[in-house]
């Protein structure tokens, strides 16, 4: 059964550092998302990685693939208020286009 | 714009109610799915459908039941509610023929409490 744990669960930063968010999961699959929800909203999704050492930026935010280690990170640089949010993880299996196993989500708050 | 939508959007029943929560979507992808949501234990699936015909049951599918009554709609029920069902519920469709394979498309939410 597939697994993914995030961590940390809540992380509260200043405005201006930079942090890293953790996804493992614990059987091989070579792809992995990010998604964002603000509170009370949707899930809106944010990087599609799709292979070993896949890197994706997008304005303050970096994300990674590593499948040998079963890991992505989730970079933020020189974090600013607009991106306190929940970042959720999502896993498929290795093989077939079934189901994603999301992890738990890592609630960032960004303080002035 | 192709888009998924969820009625209703808020919904306060009572225990023991029959209740139906609707999705739509004009993203012509085959793939839907439901979603609970409760704090700390991220999303769950509750069920499945990759065709109008393939239904499959999620981790969580007990007191729940769907329906696909066309390939742009997916409807949940919760036959006779409880109030640890208490939650918010995500419709989501994907298009694995895509390039972004997995991915998915994340309805506005049901935010239902069960009293």
């Known amino acids: 059964e597939l697994k993914v744990e995030q961590n940390p669960l809540f992380l509260s930063m200043q405005e201006g550092k930079n942090y890293t968010i953790y996804c493992n999961y614990s059987?091989?699959?070579?792809?992995l998302y990010w998604y964002r929800q603000d509170p009370g909203k949707s899930l809106e999704s944010l990087f599609v990685?799709?292979?070993?050492?896949a890197v994706k930026q997008e304005g303050r935010l970096m994300a990674s693939l590593d499948t040998k280690a079963r890991l992505s990170t989730l970079h933020i640089t020189a974090a600013v208020h607009d991106l306190s949010a929940t970042y959720f993880c999502a896993v498929p299996p290795r093989f077939g286009n079934e189901k994603l196993t999301f992890g738990t989500g890592t609630r960032l708050t960004i303080i002035p | 714009d192709a888009d998924v939508t969820q009625t209703p959007r808020n919904r306060i029943t009572k225990t023991g109610k029959r209740i139906m929560l609707e999705c739509s979507q004009t993203k012509g992808h085959d793939r839907m799915y439901w979603y609970r949501q409760d704090p700390g234990l991220g999303l769950r699936l509750i069920y499945y459908s990759f065709d109008v015909k393939d239904i499959n049951k999620g981790e969580i599918s007990d007191g729940y039941s769907v329906s696909r009554q066309a390939q742009a709609k997916f409807s949940l029920s919760l036959e006779s509610a409880i109030p640890n069902q208490t939650a918010l519920y995500f419709c989501a469709t994907s298009d694995p023929y895509s390039g972004r394979r997995d991915e998915q498309f994340f309805g506005p939410g049901t935010r239902l409490t069960v009293l």
């Open positions: 990685l799709l292979s070993n050492g």
């Open positions: 059987t091989t699959s070579d792809r």
